[in-house]
Each structure stands twice: as C-alpha cells, then as structure tokens.
C-alpha cells in the first residue's frame, strides 16, 4: 500500500481463522488502520486483496461483516434509540426488532435512561458504547474494531470487553486493533504485530511471548541480587525485580541461587514474558509511551 511514494504498507499477508480472535498490533504510525481500510475498501489498495471464506471481500456479498471504525460516526442530531434502530433496519432487522434489541443493549450498558436523547448530548463515552451497539448489532459473523475500548475507564473497559466476549463465544471471527496490551492477553487467539508495514511478529499469543519475551521471573525480595549466567536483571527497583532467564536456565534453580546467597524472596513467580513486555522489546519504550 502507497501514498504517492511513500511505502505505508510492504509484502503483508496474513489469516484470521473463523471463530478466532486476532489482534492487530503495532505503535503509533505502524500501519495497523491503514491496513483495515485497505482490505475493507475504504482506502483503494495499490496491491493486494482481502478474501473471505476464500472470495474476494464484496460488501454486497459478505454482509455478515461488521466495522467498527477508530474515528466514530454516528447521526448525532438523532437520539439514541432512532439511530440504533435504524441502523438495526439497514442490517435487515425488522424496525420492532431492532428497537428492542437496541433497548435491551442499552440497559447492558447503563444508557437506558438516555434511549430519547440526542447523540450529541451524550458524553464521547457513551456515544462510544452506541457506536459498538451499532457495531454488534444482528450478530455479525466477522466484527472489526479498531480501538474499540479507547478511552474508557476500567470498570467501562471491562463491560465493553465482556460484550465483545460474548460475541467471541457465539462463533464470531474477531480482529482487534488496540493499544491495550491485558486486552491482547484477555481475548486474543492470535496476533500480528506491525513494524513500519511489516509483520514483526505473527503467530499465537504464547508463540510471540516466548519468541520475544521468553521467560521471565518477577519477584519482591530484600538484600542485593547476585550476578548469574542464569538471568538478566531487566528491572529491579524498591525490592522488585523482573528476571529474564537465559534459555537452559531453571527457574527452581535460580530460587535456590539466590537463597543461598542470602537474598530474602517474599514473592516468586515464573512464567513467559507479557505483552507489554514483548511490545517494548519490539517497539521500545519510547513507542510504548506514544501509545
């Protein structure tokens, strides 16, 4: 994919598997949106194509596909309730239908009071949780959202996750563009991580953490740690410290070194590398910071 001379997007290919969860990953500029829009069509691709079930993407055809775009648009002199149903209408529900599911939505997500509102008298917020409302809506069979929690609150964040969850149970294919690293770890099956239009990173979640990240120990201990051909201290600060293992090294082994030389260990805990730690390595912590 290029605009005018500049390369955005180079050599990419990938596949979502049905009933899977995939996430589109990548720092700020890396290509993630820009991939999205070319395979749905919104941006005219300069090589490349998206299939579906093996055909090239139609929307006249696969109308079983559902985006949720970064930049949200909705009709907000409406209210609430007329643009869901109404949008409930375009996807083939009938208008009764539509309107109770859109009712029903609304109480899940703690905007039934403001079903008579204007959209544009709602917070960025709440016109987000619309947006997905509009977004799920006739139980897609392939939902593509592009920072779908951006913006929200923990306890908001969790509900909307829950939603997107449920969706993910009951068969539908997902991609994800986010930023939001526990979310990656929360639903994804798969994951594509973008560096400058190229795929740095593919394949299942624990793949790419054990390719990138490895092993790791995280414990709160006090006294001084020793130097060991076992691990590399990668922080250590106020009595925490993340141990990156070598790849022969044991992680029980590594305990009982740092018993013996006296160390105090109040907590222990081994396991692979997470995502956040993977994105840094990938990114830096710079590009981390931006997202």
């Known amino acids: 994919m290029t605009f005018g001379d500049k390369t955005v997007i180079d050599g990419l290919t990938f596949d979502v598997r049905p009933g899977e969860t995939f996430g589109l990953l990548g720092s700020n500029g890396s290509g993630k949106t820009t991939t999205i829009r070319a395979l749905l069509g919104i941006y005219t691709p ?27 648009g909705l009709y907000k002199k409406e209210t609430v309730i007329d643009v869901m149903t109404y949008f409930g209408q375009l996807k083939g529900l009938p208008r009764a239908q539509a309107s109770a599911w859109s009712l029903h939505f609304l109480e899940r997500v703690d905007l039934a009071s403001h079903a008579r509102t204007r959209l544009d008298k709602l917070s960025g917020g709440q016109q987000q949780k619309v947006q997905l ?10 939902l593509i959202l592009d920072e779908p929690t951006k913006g929200f609150d923990p306890v908001n964040r969790r509900l909307l996750l829950d939603i997107i969850e449920d969706h993910q149970r009951a068969g539908a294919t997902v991609v994800m563009v986010t930023h939001q690293m526990e979310e990656v770890e929360r639903l994804c099956d798969r994951v594509l991580l973008l560096k400058d239009g190229r795929a740095e990173a593919y394949g299942t979640v624990t793949e790419v953490q054990e390719h990138y990240g490895g092993r790791m120990i995280r414990l709160t201990y006090a006294g001084v ?30 305990l009982r070194q740092l018993l013996d030389a006296g160390v105090t260990v109040r907590s222990f805990e ?4 997470s995502m956040e730690e993977v994105f840094l390595r990938i990114y830096g912590a710079d590009a981390a910071k931006e997202a």
């Open 46 to 72: 300069t090589a490349g194509r998206l299939l579906v079930q093996g055909r090239p993407y139609d929307p006249a055809v696969h109308g079983g596909l559902s985006y949720l775009p970064e930049e949200r």
């Open 133 to 142: 409302g509009v977004t799920v809506m006739a139980n897609p069979e392939i």
């Open 225 to 254: 740690l020793p130097t060991s051909s076992a691990y590399v201290i990668e922080t250590n600060e106020k009595n925490y410290a993340e141990l990156s293992l070598t790849s022969d090294a044991d992680a029980q082994v590594v």
């Open 270 to 273: 081994a396991g692979l590398a």
